[in-house]
């Protein structure tokens, strides 16, 4: 089973949300918000992206680049989690 099957109703809240932050951008810059709450109301949303990109990269990782079922090793696993703390920090 996928990870993001396992992970499904968090993840779908977390879209909804996002969803939600496009829409007030949306409905900003038809209503023709000052520049600044536009600029703010897309930094949100970037963000929320780049976290929901950081969830899904950090589950494929654990469940699909080191197998889960094998016990990695203690270097394996130190590994994992450099490479998970670098791309959190790249997608902030």
Do not use: W
């Amino acid at each position: 089973m996928a990870h993001t099957t396992q992970d499904k109703k968090k993840l779908l809240t977390r879209i909804r949300r996002i969803k939600g932050q496009i829409e007030a951008l949306e409905k900003a810059v038809a209503e023709e918000q000052d520049c600044s709450s536009v600029l703010q109301l897309i930094a949100a949303c970037r963000g929320a992206i780049s976290g929901l990109m950081a969830e899904v990269v950090e589950g494929h990782i654990r469940f699909h680049v080191v197998d889960p079922d094998r016990n990695p090793t203690s270097g394996q696993a130190q590994a994992t989690q450099e490479l998970i703390g670098v791309l959190k920090t790249y997608l902030k």
